[in-house]
């Protein structure tokens, strides 16, 4: 997905101006693929300029509405109908994971506890988020419910593992407190 195919799915069903598109963005899709105000007007220009939407108003303070053209429609269609291809997957976390032979117990502990903090954190958020939505059943909050469920399950998983993981760390310590001497 990229932020130029959420700004056309987004503008589908109505016009709407940048301010419009960056509260519907973060109400809806921030939690799947985030974008700031900046990246959102950049790519809102980009998309004039290749003609994929029109600036059909303009208001006091340069305030533009932007409508998806028909050539919009027909990437738009085009990038749903497309492979999604396979997603690099970079994670920190498990690059640390992957040496916390390195550090020590408390530090390992700390790092697999901040994750579990955060995935507690972000559950929370979205189940928020999920209360907050309301009874609309329009398309774009029926398949948001559907990628918010992800998003609840993903952390849901990430606090389980992050606890599973702290427990695994509990026999490393205690077989290198048992043989303190030993080489």
């Known amino acids: 997905m990229s932020l130029r195919h959420a700004l056309l799915g987004l503008l589908v ?23 700031t105000q900046s990246q959102m007007y950049g790519e809102l220009n980009r998309l004039a300029s290749a003609g994929l939407v029109d600036v059909s108003a303009q208001g006091p303070r340069g305030r533009k509405e932007y409508t998806l053209t028909d050539k919009g429609r027909e990437e738009l269609a085009r990038w749903l109908a497309a492979p999604t291809p396979p997603q690099p997957r970079r ?20 790092i697999l506890g901040e994750r579990e903090r955060q995935a507690v954190a972000e559950h929370e958020r979205l189940s928020a988020l999920r209360a907050a939505l309301g009874g609309d059943d329009g398309p774009l909050t029926v398949n948001g419910r559907i990628g918010l469920e992800y998003g609840l399950r993903l952390a849901e998983m990430e606090r389980d593992w992050a606890r599973w993981a702290a427990a695994q760390l509990a026999p490393r310590e205690e077989v290198a407190a048992a043989a303190p001497g030993e080489s």
């Open 13 to 35: 069903d109505r016009s709407a101006s940048g301010y419009d598109l960056m509260k519907l963005f973060d109400t809806s899709l921030a939690h799947v693929w985030p974008a």
């Open 91 to 110: 994670s920190e976390l498990l690059l640390k994971v992957f040496f916390l032979d390195l550090a020590t117990g408390d530090q390992a502990r700390a």
